[in-house]
C-alpha cells in the first residue's frame, strides 16, 4: 500500500514535470484585456477571439477564471467581446495579476497547481506574472496565440525569455485538447465546437522560425 502510494505521488510529479494540463488543478489567468489597448496591441482582436474561447472552454470545464484590469480609470474597462460578463475584475496598477485580492482568490480556490495565462503585454504585466508564479512553485502555461504587446519585437523576446525561465508555451487549441485528452471526455463534444475553425494567426511563424 505504501508504496502505490508512493508511486502515486512520483506519477504525479512527473506529469507535472512534463506540463499535462489538468482541469481539476488549473486556473484561468486572464491579464488586462482592455478598449484602451485595442489600437496598439499586435493583432489585438484574434488575441482577445482566443481568450474567449479560452474562457469559454473553462466555463465548459469548471475551470474558475480570474480577470485583471490595468488602472481602468485611463486604460478603460475589459472588451466585452472577451465575454467575461459575470467576472468580477481585480483592478491593480503593478504588473504583477498576483495583487492580495488575487492572492486571497487563489487561496480560496485552493491554491490551484497549474496556471493558463493569456493576455497582455507579454513583456510587462504577462512576464511579472509568469514570473510570482513560477517563484511560488506553479505550473505555468503561456498561450502564446492569446498573448501579445504593442511590439512583436517585446512579444517575441517575452515569450522567448519566459520559457527560459520554465514557463510552458503551448496554443489556444493545444490547451483545449489537453483539458479533454479523449473524445469519450462527457464535454468533449462542446469543447469540440470550439474548435470548429482554426485559431486565427497572430503573427508566432516568425518566432517559431527562429527556435
Do not use: W
Amino acid at each position: 500500500m505504501k508504496f502505490e502510494s508512493r508511486l502515486t505521488v512520483k506519477a504525479f510529479a512527473d506529469m507535472a514535470g512534463i506540463g499535462r494540463l489538468s482541469p481539476r488543478s488549473s486556473v484561468l489567468l486572464l491579464c488586462d484585456m482592455q478598449e484602451k489597448f485595442r489600437p496598439t496591441i499586435f493583432h489585438f482582436t484574434n488575441v482577445v477571439s482566443n481568450a474567449a474561447r479560452l474562457l469559454q472552454a473553462c466555463r465548459i470545464l469548471a475551470i474558475p477564471p480570474i480577470l485583471t484590469e490595468q488602472y481602468p480609470k485611463g486604460l478603460g474597462p475589459t472588451v466585452l467581446e472577451l465575454g467575461a460578463k459575470g467576472l468580477k475584475p481585480h483592478t491593480k496598477t503593478r504588473f504583477s495579476m498576483l495583487t492580495d485580492t488575487v492572492e486571497e482568490e487563489l487561496k480560496s480556490l485552493g491554491n490551484p497547481k497549474q496556471a493558463i495565462l493569456c493576455g497582455i503585454e507579454a513583456q510587462a504585466c504577462i512576464a511579472c506574472t509568469a514570473y510570482d508564479l513560477l517563484e511560488r512553485g506553479m505550473e505555468v502555461h503561456i498561450v502564446a496565440d492569446a498573448v501579445s504587446a504593442r511590439s512583436q519585437t517585446d512579444r517575441l523576446f517575452a515569450l522567448s525569455r519566459l520559457k527560459q525561465s520554465g514557463a510552458f508555451l503551448t496554443t489556444t487549441e493545444g490547451v483545449l485538447l489537453q483539458l479533454v485528452q479523449d473524445a469519450k471526455h462527457p464535454n468533449f463534444k462542446e469543447i469540440q465546437k470550439l474548435l470548429a475553425h482554426p485559431s486565427p494567426d497572430t503573427g508566432l511563424l516568425t518566432f517559431f522560425s527562429s527556435l
